[in-house]
Structures are given as structure tokens and as C-alpha cells.
């Protein structure tokens, strides 16, 4: 089925250090949806986007819906090690079907 | 946000068996979603399970091999028919809700399948 091209597949960096991921898609999206999922656990959501432009924070976590909506990047500022696991990013239309199609995952790991 | 479960955690079943995965939701809900996902793959959404109506099922996915039951607003489960080895992944239900700005997408825990 339909993907997002996230990237980087994966990241090795020292704890401390900043952390830059994003999406990009062929198709327009009304909403981008960041999750982090630990091993054995199911995603958990981080950030939601619902306009074009926006940009909005959770903690340590900056997200931002691109302008031309088909892309979305997601920023860790001061990594620790908790933050280690996979992000992924999801695009949805939000009408009619509601799906989300998501990105193959970034998979952060962090050298203390 | 909401709060959903999913039995089994996990389970390791044989070849040609069945498997049935139940998702209880603490709140009502009118939309779950059921997804896929491979060992270290992405997500796969499987089928869109609305109460009181059939499911709809993605492209490769066919209601005799993922039979879904929607019988209220809070419980679905998903059925994994005559399985085989390539079956063996975490399988999520997932529930729509309304957020400040917009719909958000919750997941449950998964289950992990292992087929032998």
C-alpha cells in the first residue's frame, strides 16, 4: 500500500545532541501525525498537525506541517536516552476514508 | 486520549489454527481500525471496523482470511484465519477521536503473533 518516505532509517548520536526526522509524500495530507513506539509496546502519539505552516511543541518536540502539505518534520531538541525507539510519521485525510498511511520509521538509538 | 487493551498480549499458535484478538476501548467509539505490523516493518492498516456496519477492508486484505466483529462502541475483534508463518506479527486495533485541533489516532498495545 501507499507509504510516506521518512527518513533517516535510523540515527546513532550521543545523548545531548538535537535530532532532525521528516516525511515526504507524493499525495496531500490534511493532517500529519507523529507516534514513538518502544519495543513491545503500540505507538504512542506525540504531536498532531492540522494546518499548513503549523508548528507546534510538546516538551522537547517540535513538529511542523509543511507548507505545501505533503511533508512534515519532527525535531528533538537535547536528547536523552528515554527517547531511544522508533518514530513514525502518519498522513491522513480525515475525510471520508480516515486513514492514516504511515511512514517506515526512524529508529533512534542514543550512545549515553 | 483513550485508554484500550488488547488480549492476547501475545500468543504462539500452529499452522491452519485460528487466532482471535479482542480490542475493549474505555470510551465509546464510532471508528477502529485494525493494522499489521511486520517484524521491523511499518504499520499496515488491515480494515476500517465501524459499529453497525460491515467492515472495509484495504487492498490484499479479504474478510474470509481477517474476519472483524463490531458488536458495540467500545469492543471489536479481529479473527486471524487458517494461519501461517507469514502471519506471525503484531497485530493493533486503533480508535478515531476528536482532538483540540483536529482527529487523532489511538493505539492499543498490540498483539504479538507468532505462527510456527
Known amino acids: 500500500g501507499q507509504q510516506l518516505n521518512q527518513s533517516p532509517q535510523s540515527m546513532f548520536i550521543q545523548e545531548g545532541e538535537d535530532v532532525s526526522m521528516n516525511c515526504t509524500s507524493s499525495?496531500?495530507?490534511?493532517?500529519w501525525l507523529w507516534y514513538k513506539q518502544d519495543p513491545g509496546e503500540g505507538p504512542v502519539l506525540l504531536i498532531a498537525l492540522y494546518k499548513a505552516g503549523e508548528l507546534t511543541s510538546n516538551g522537547r518536540l517540535t513538529a511542523q506541517f509543511g507548507i505545501t502539505r505533503k511533508d512534515s518534520f519532527l525535531n528533538i531538541s537535547a536528547s536523552i536516552p528515554s527517547d531511544v525507539g522508533i518514530y513514525f510519521c502518519?498522513?491522513?485525510?480525515?475525510?471520508?476514508?480516515?486513514?492514516?498511511?504511515f511512514g517506515q520509521g526512524t529508529r533512534l538509538t542514543i550512545n549515553p | 486520549s483513550a485508554v484500550i487493551s488488547q488480549k492476547p498480549s501475545r500468543d504462539i499458535c500452529q499452522r491452519g489454527t485460528s487466532l482471535t484478538i479482542q480490542c475493549q476501548v474505555d470510551s465509546q467509539v464510532t471508528m477502529m481500525f485494525w493494522y499489521r505490523q511486520q517484524p521491523g516493518q511499518s504499520l499496515t492498516l488491515i480494515a476500517t471496523?465501524?459499529?453497525?456496519?460491515?467492515?472495509?477492508?484495504e487492498s490484499g486484505f479479504v474478510i474470509d482470511k481477517f474476519p472483524i466483529s463490531r458488536p458495540n462502541l467500545t469492543f471489536s475483534t479481529l479473527t486471524v484465519s487458517n494461519m501461517s508463518p507469514e502471519d506471525s506479527s503484531i497485530y493493533l486495533c486503533?480508535?478515531?477521536?476528536?482532538?483540540?485541533?483536529?482527529?487523532?489516532?489511538?493505539f492499543g498495545p498490540g498483539t504479538r503473533l507468532t505462527v510456527l
Open positions: 499525495s496531500i495530507f490534511n493532517t
Open positions: 502518519a498522513g491522513a485525510l480525515f475525510q471520508g476514508a480516515q486513514k492514516l498511511v
Open positions: 471496523a465501524n459499529q453497525g456496519s460491515e467492515a472495509t477492508y
Open positions: 486503533s480508535v478515531l477521536l476528536a482532538g483540540v485541533g483536529g482527529n487523532e489516532q489511538f
